[in-house]
């Protein structure tokens, strides 16, 4: 088996980095970009324009289309990700695991910072996908809710399993069974998202908080507490809270989580519901506690020594964003080789060591550590087995689901 071995940096230029990525990503805001963008146009409307359009409704899967693969002529791969979301060297200029990768395998990787939007991403590719055109791009990384829709579309390629043996191997238990995409015949997953509880040590004043009911009714927390626009993450911490599944609820359940959630606006307990601007409103103090992303709480976490974070006794909610291959790529080998070239425990090191999201591949502590210790004791970054049982997991959506539950979450947080 071939080995990869990383440029070591010094422990200076790790934490300048570090430093560098946490000013951008503060005013980036690409975690609300990323997550709030699975409502809004596509699901108020959106699902019936496909249709509209020729497009076969969601949940019809045809499986994927492949095409004449040129992987073993041309050493080339064109990948697709959201900014911010790869290593890089202290020149801020060049990618040190794509590197590796590319002198490996001489495999040049075409990368492309070129998603800012689920829905706008899925408006650039449609068009030649619903044609059954190549769409330039051999390999893109999209949240598994538009993830699941590709796949159902039937417009993403089936992995091949003998080109991923350390992706099979290495894939953690938390992320091997999506509902969307059982036994990940058709994604494995680049980062994982976690929703927990964050909160500000002084602004809580003495008052503890254990829980989302506490969030919502602590009298002492009144117009001090933010939840998040994301739909998926408020109703599915709700649900939690109310001892229901989020992957297996009924629409009598998302109803009472929503009137469970409107009395409390109602009362005003809750201040706002935010994308991740919530991290100034912690920061300051403004919110005492509030649902945050577990890569927010990591930065925070790190300038602020009052802010911190909870796993409730009832769960959290771990969602993901995904690698896939879609219909007509040129190199889906090369797409392969790539994806499963970050399931190797030092690649996926190097990278978490970056990023600071949960990264989805076992064994990779003892690398992470040699880059970042602290990184490799945060549970945001690798759950242990106890905070991974507390994983859930906000089902898949029918079409018709989606529309109702978006329109009633909108009128709840009045967007």
Known sequence: MEQYEPDRLSAAQVAALRRSFRNGRAALTRRSLLRASAGGALAVGGLGALS?????????????VSAEDHSAKEKTVSFSNWTEYMDVDDSGKRHPTLDAFTARTGIKVRYTEDIND??????????QLAAGQETGRDLICVTDWLAARLIRLGWVQKLDPSNLPHAFANLSSQFRTPDWDPGRAYSYPWQGISTVIAYNRKALDGVEVTSV????????????????????????????DMGKDPGKFTDDDYDAAIARLQKAVDRGQIRRFTGNDYTSDLTKG???????????VVQLKADSPD?????????????????????????KTNAERLIDYYFEPRAAAQLAAYINYVCPVDGVRDELAKIDEDAANNPLIL???????????????????????????????GA
Request: glycine share 10%; aromatic share 8%; hydrophobic share 35%.
């Open 52 to 64: 509209g359009c020729g497009i076969p409704a969601a949940g019809k899967t045809r499986g994927g």
């Open 118 to 127: 689920n829905n706008e991403f899925f408006g650039k590719i449609k068009p």
């Open 213 to 240: 009911s506490d969030l919502l009714d602590h009298p002492k927390l009144k117009g001090r507490v933010g939840f998040l626009t994301e739909m998926r993450d408020t109703v599915g911490m709700t649900l939690l």
């Open 286 to 296: 403004d919110f005492a506690a509030c649902l945050a992303w577990a890569g927010d």
């Open 307 to 331: 802010v911190d974070f909870l796993i409730p006794d009832s769960g959290y909610l771990t969602s993901s964003d995904n690698l896939l291959v879609p219909n007509k790529a040129r190199h």
């Open 383 to 413: 759950p242990d087995k106890t905070m991974q049982a507390k994983s859930r997991a906000f089902r898949s959506l029918s079409s018709k689901e989606e529309t109702a539950y978006e329109a009633k979450f909108a009128k709840l947080t």
